[in-house]
Every structure is written in structure tokens, then in C-alpha cells.
């Protein structure tokens, strides 16, 4: 399940990257374990600083805030049920220079979902100008070479 690291860090998904600097801070200085004796009146619930240091560390990339938030829209929609249409990987071009699937959405924008995304199993994509979303249909491969030796026997 996609943590919200903007709830976790407390601060709009439209805040600016200094905003949400601050809050990462201040929360750092609220949750760090040598401070929460002092601060425990002050905490309603803890938060673990393993997840204020991931959040911060997402959302302080500009490439990794884009990808994170096009993947909780993804993921909100999914949860409406407001997927728009069901792509097979097979149907989509590869561009091997970006190691990404990409395919054509009915508004001229484009669906594209990279490798390490499949490999992390994401299957739904936002497309890049409009806010339709489809479901890529995929099968993991599972290499099963590496058990076998040239004569096909197991190790």
C-alpha cells in the first residue's frame, strides 16, 4: 500500500517544496526519540521518523514528487473505481533508450509506465496531459533457468 507522505508530513499536496522542507523539520524535531520525553503533552500520536524521512526524501525530488503523485492519483482513482479503459503491455510501444511502455490516450497525451514500475507492480497509469487513467494488463516472468542446468534437471 502507497504511504501519503503528504499526510504524514501534515502539509497540502500542492505545498511548495520549502513549505514542506520546514514540516519535515519540525516534525524531526517533534518525533526524534531524544525529544519525545519533552514534547509528549505536545504529541497526539507519534509518528515513526522513518516515515518523516521517507516522505521528506520523495517529496524533496522533483521527479520523484511527479512519479509519486501521478501514482496516488492512480491509486485514489482505482479506489473510486474510476478506471477509463484496460491496456495490454503487448499492445504498448518499448522505448529501450528510456526503459519505458508507452501508449497513445484519446486526447493526444500518452500513457507511459516504466520498467521499475512494473516491476514494483504498479498496473494503473495517469495519462501525461489529461486525467484519464487505464489499467496495463501484465504477467511477471519468472526465470526458472537459473534452477535448471543445460539438461533441464534440477540443481
Same mark, same amino acid.
Given at each position: ?69 501521478? %501514482?496516488?492519483?492512480? /491509486?485514489?482513482? +482505482?479506489?473510486?473505481?474510476? @478506471?477509463?479503459? =484496460?491496456? &495490454?503491455? $503487448? ?14 490516450c484519446r486526447c493526444s497525451g500518452e500513457y507511459v509506465i ?13 495519462? %501525461?496531459?489529461?486525467? /484519464?487513467?487505464? +489499467?496495463?494488463?501484465?504477467? @511477471?516472468?519468472? =526465470?526458472? &533457468?537459473? $534452477? ?8
Amino acid at each position: 500500500m502507497l504511504k501519503d507522505y503528504y499526510a504524514i508530513l501534515s502539509v497540502s499536496q500542492d505545498a511548495s517544496l520549502s513549505e514542506i522542507k520546514l514540516q519535515y523539520q519540525k516534525l524531526l524535531l517533534i518525533h526524534h526519540p531524544d525529544k519525545q520525553q519533552q514534547n509528549q503533552s505536545v504529541l497526539k500520536e507519534a509518528i515513526p521518523l522513518q516515515d518523516i524521512k521517507e516522505a521528506w526524501e520523495c517529496l524533496r525530488q522533483p521527479s520523484q514528487r511527479a512519479f509519486y503523485d501521478s %501514482s496516488l492519483k492512480a /491509486l485514489r482513482l +482505482r479506489a473510486n473505481g474510476q @478506471v477509463n479503459d =484496460d491496456i &495490454d503491455l $503487448d499492445d504498448m510501444d518499448y522505448n529501450e533508450d528510456s526503459g519505458a511502455y508507452s501508449a497513445p490516450c484519446r486526447c493526444s497525451g500518452e500513457y507511459v509506465i516504466s520498467e521499475e514500475e512494473l516491476e514494483l507492480g504498479v498496473d494503473t497509469v495517469v495519462c %501525461s496531459t489529461c486525467s /484519464l487513467i487505464v +489499467r496495463i494488463h501484465y504477467e @511477471v516472468e519468472t =526465470d526458472r &533457468d537459473d $534452477d535448471n542446468d543445460s539438461d533441464g534437471n534440477n540443481k
